[in-house]
């Protein structure tokens, strides 16, 4: 089978896009329902959520094989079949998306911007050679999941439904070349804070033996291999003390690029300052949000280059404001501390930045409907 950009005879055409809202257009799509017997909400301790260990009632599943995907079908959430044989257990052809469910009222559900994880979503598909999910089965079959799951989406601020849409090769065979069949499914999952941290401050440490990616690898997509090679110094670094690894450009090991999974910004005398993308760095949606936000109270905001001696040498000077992570599970993350060899420069006193705190305000703001949505990034579903 050829790796296709585009997967030949694709039964549901995509839908034509505006710049900011979705518009679905007509095509009369036939999803399959399968409800669970008995709902296992009962069991879900709303006030101690963990991150990604409950799962709601419900799951989306469809099929690649013969040139095209099947229809949708939301199914109970339970275990799937396959053999030791199945590909992607040993090469790794696999990719996801996260995004979230917000709360807004008993009829009301909020997706903050799922048209941008959808595209993210489909560049992630074609970088690995799976087929893309089209744009109209995605969010077809992920509104009806909410509907029928609507329960699910925790009532309290700070809280949300996560969202997990993922794929895979499925074919059973042990061959490094590409599958002729996959798997696509989105799970959700009530969650809480991200970090153990909460909102507070967050340690970091940079690490000269390990990088997360190179030009030319998988560094902008969200292949699960990504995550998987960064464990081990993740791991390193929390047995040292720290929250998690400020990430170096490969090739010099000068240039900051990502904070664990997140991207990262530096508030340095009154503008904005993030890494650029250009292969390495995932494109995030809360860094986009970031950005246009910004942009919006008149902060310079620049997409450069920023090297870790600057960083520090910025510190020095007294010019470093705050510095934080963004990204989908935390949504804005404050650092406070930062290790560099055997430097160490404290941010905003281990406390949490202004700019920070209106950044998170503005974006949860928006994501739970408390304030006005002028850029249109709120998907309104209407569960009932």
Not at 281 to 307: C, N
Not at 320 to 347: C, M, W, Y
Request: charged share 25%.
């Amino acid at each position: 089978m050829k790796c296709l950009q585009k997967p030949a005879n694709i039964l549901l055409k995509t839908p034509y896009l505006s710049t900011h809202k979705l518009k679905l257009n007509s095509i009369v799509m036939k999803i399959k329902k399968t409800i669970a017997d008995k709902s296992r909400i009962s069991e879900i301790d709303f006030d101690n959520l963990e991150f990604g260990r409950q799962f709601s009632d419900h799951m989306v599943e469809m099929t690649w094989e013969n040139g095209s995907w099947s229809q949708p079908e939301i199914k109970p959430y339970g275990p799937i079949s396959f053999t030791p044989a199945l590909n992607a257990l040993h090469y790794g052809q696999a990719g996801f998306e996260g995004m979230k469910a917000f709360y807004y009222d008993e009829k009301t559900i909020h997706l903050f911007r799922p048209e941008d994880h959808q595209r993210r979503f489909e560049n992630t598909c074609k970088r690995l050679c799976i087929p893309p999910v089209d744009m109209n089965s995605f969010m077809t079959s992920l509104e009806e999941l909410i509907k029928t799951d609507s329960r699910w989406v925790p009532r309290k601020r700070g809280r949300a439904l996560y969202i997990r849409p993922f794929a895979f090769s499925s074919e059973e065979y042990i061959a490094a070349r590409v599958s002729g069949k996959y798997k696509f499914f989105i799970i959700t999952s009530p969650v809480a804070a991200y970090y153990k941290e909460g909102f507070n401050p967050v340690k970091l440490t940079t690490t000269f033996n390990y990088v997360r990616a190179v030009k030319g690898g998988t560094g902008a997509v969200k292949a699960a291999g990504n995550y998987g090679s960064s464990y081990y110094p993740a791991k390193k670094a929390q047995e040292e003390g720290y929250t998690q690894v400020l990430w170096l450009d490969a090739k010099e090991q000068t240039y900051i690029e990502e904070v664990g999974t997140m991207n990262i910004f530096f508030l340095i005398d009154g503008t904005l300052i993030t890494p650029p993308l250009g292969g390495t760095i995932l494109p995030g949606i809360t860094r986009k949000s970031v950005i246009a936000l910004a942009k919006s109270w008149d902060v310079p905001v620049e997409e450069r280059r920023i090297s870790i001696d600057e960083v520090f040498e910025e510190d020095d000077k007294g010019s470093l404001q705050e510095i934080f992570g963004a990204g989908t599970a935390a949504v804005i993350s404050p650092v406070g501390l930062i290790n560099h060899g055997d430097r160490q420069i404290k941010i905003a006193g281990d406390k949490i930045g202004p700019f920070a705190k209106k950044m998170y305000d503005a974006i949860t703001g928006l994501q739970y409907g408390e304030i006005d949505d002028p850029f249109e990034w709120v998907h309104k579903i209407h569960v009932s």
